[in-house]
Structure formats: C-alpha cells, structure tokens
C-alpha cells in the first residue's frame, strides 16, 4: 500500500519535472493544473458554495504542506541516490536514506490524518472519501492527457 504513494510522488515530479521549459511556461501550466483539478474536485463531490468556500482554504494548505515535504525530504534523497551510482551505495547508507524515506512517508502520512480530522466539521464522511476517489481520478486524467500529447516512437 505505501508503494503508491511513493510511485505515486515519483510521477508527479517526473511530470513536472517535464514541463520545466521555462519558468513563465511551468507557472502556466501549474496554474492551469491546478484550475482543472479545482473545477475537477468541486464537480466530483458537489461541493456546495458553502461547503467550497471552507474546503479549499484547507485544501490548499494541505496541499502545500505536502508540497513542502516533498520538495524538502523526498527529492533530496533522489538527487542522492542519483548523484552516488547504486553501486557505490553501501547497505549501511541505503538502510539510512530508506529510514528517512519511511520517516518522510509517516511525516505525510500524519499530515493526511490531520486533514481529514479538520475536514470532518466541513464536509461529510462520504465527501470525505470521495474525495480520495477523486483526486485519484485526476491524477490518472492527468497522466493520460500527458501520455496522449506525447510523440509517439
């Protein structure tokens, strides 16, 4: 189960990574990800305006926690493993970096709980989990759009 989330962080940042032409360019479509995955959530769990104008606020913030984390702990440890050929990794500094990789997961992990906790009082258990539904469901939209554009070999 936690094999998603990390692969799940790796193709996020591959697909940013791939849209880093530019930085006016990567705002760009940042934004415009992020303006589809909003219309994409709200459609999803009919988020009355009510209910929208106390969710996203914390959604947002989630998100950029999140972000932070990520950027933070885990890219770090790939530019690690990247930069120092798996050969030359000894077992003894791969256990090191694969028990900062559990504590980041935990880290997120934490952050999750503490999101869902705070939307309880402003969304109901169902929107809740559907919610998870759609993120998922954008996530694989977004890939496949990615894939689609792609030139083919």
Do not use: C
Request: proline letters at 2%; a positive charge.
């Amino acid at each position: 189960m936690k094999i998603k989330p990390i692969l799940l962080v790796i193709v996020m940042l591959f697909s940013i990574n791939s849209f880093a032409q530019g930085g006016r360019l990567l705002k760009e479509k940042k934004e415009q990800i992020k303006a589809m995955k909003v219309a994409y959530i709200t459609n999803e769990l009919s988020l009355t305006s009510d209910e929208a104008a106390k969710f996203w606020p914390l959604y947002n913030a989630f998100e950029e926690k999140q972000h932070e984390i990520r950027k933070q702990k885990l890219k770090g440890y790939m530019d690690r493993i990247d930069e120092e050929s798996f050969d030359n990794l000894s077992e003894k500094e791969a256990a090191t970096i694969l028990a900062q990789m559990e504590s980041t997961e935990e880290e997120l992990h934490q952050a999750r709980k503490k999101f869902v906790a705070s939307l309880k009082g402003v969304i109901s258990s169902v929107k809740i989990l559907k919610l998870k539904k759609a993120e998922e469901g954008f996530n694989r939209k977004l890939l496949q759009q990615y894939r689609d554009k792609r030139p083919k070999r």
